[in-house]
């Protein structure tokens, strides 16, 4: 495995096409993570599988979010995409979001090439509202068992608010 952030930039952010790479696939209660110093993928956790991940889940390279980790993405796809590849990504959104204080927000996306859908989706407003309940319900509670009420869904940004979180990420990552 190559070390992504050597590899991969996050792609063009103005043109809304980024690199995503995939850590956990949708459906799995692994807690997969970027181990940046090792440049290998680890098994952090097993969640119980009530929390399972309702979309894919990965991270941009050469980002960096205001938690010191990767910017993470969220991505948007039919069936479970597979640990450690990448793709290009269309940014559809972000998801503002708190982790135990720490901002930890989430870029919404979905593969800039959807054959399957026609490229079908191009916002958020395109993702069925059931989806998007589901994915803010898990995020608000998937540590309730280990501490109830430390995560917390601030709202849900468009393509504009989720390129600007991106561009702080960038820099953030350049300053490293």
Not at 54 to 59: A, D, E, L, S
Not at 127 to 135: F, R, S
């Amino acid at each position: 495995m190559s070390d992504f952030n050597q590899v991969l930039d996050a792609g063009d952010v103005d043109g809304g096409v980024i690199n995503v790479v995939v850590e956990i696939p949708q459906g799995s209660n692994h807690k997969i993570e970027w181990d940046r110093k090792r440049a290998v993928m680890k098994l952090d956790r097993v969640e119980p599988q009530l929390f399972a991940k309702p979309t894919n889940y990965g991270f941009i390279p050469q980002t960096l979010d205001e938690d010191g980790d990767e910017l993470d993405a969220l991505i948007i796809t039919d069936t479970p995409l597979p640990t450690g590849i990448y793709l290009e990504a269309r940014v559809i959104g972000v998801m503002k979001f708190v982790d135990d204080g720490e901002v930890d927000d989430k870029i919404v996306v979905v593969p800039a090439d959807d054959r399957h859908s026609g490229d079908a989706v191009r916002t958020l407003d395109d993702l069925p509202k059931q989806l998007i309940k589901q994915i803010e319900f898990h995020f608000n509670h998937y540590k309730d068992l280990k501490k109830t009420g430390s995560t917390k869904v601030e709202h849900w940004g468009g393509i504009d608010e989720a390129k600007a979180v991106i561009r702080e990420s960038q820099e953030r990552w350049r300053k490293l």
